[in-house]
């Protein structure tokens, strides 16, 4: 079994665990959860977002992130894998799904 580390998102509150090994963005959609991407391959900064806690670690030097970005804290979920815990500010993240229509109010009651 791979490591995996929870993950919270801000300002929504949402959070999945995503696996070691796996980027952030794959392991939110696994978990049912939409963050912003475009190309998913670090290049085009769509899914940019700001990590306010936590590290984690790509598997190349992605070119999508200057040097002084990535000390300011933004990743790339779509390319970088968690290394711990990690708290980030994703203020476009939806649930895939949209959630379930409420039930409807039982008809017939007397009144
Ligand atoms: S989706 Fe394009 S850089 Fe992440």
Redesign the pocket.
């Known amino acids: 079994m791979s490591k995996s580390f929870p993950v919270l998102l801000q300002p929504s509150g949402m959070r999945f665990d995503a696996p070691a090994g796996t980027s952030v ?1 794959l392991a939110a959609q696994a978990a049912g959860i939409k963050l912003p ?12 977002c700001l990590m306010l806690d936590g590290s984690v670690v790509y598997g190349i030097e992605w070119p ?1 992130l200057s040097r002084d970005e990535k000390e300011d804290g933004w990743i ?4 970088a894998q968690p290394a711990s815990a990690l708290e980030i500010q994703v203020p476009l993240a939806v649930p895939l799904e949209p959630a379930a229509p409420a039930p409807r109010p039982l008809t017939g009651a007397r009144r």
């Open positions: 963005l991407s475009s190309c998913r391959n670090g290049t085009c900064r769509a899914c940019m999508g790339l979920p779509c390319v």
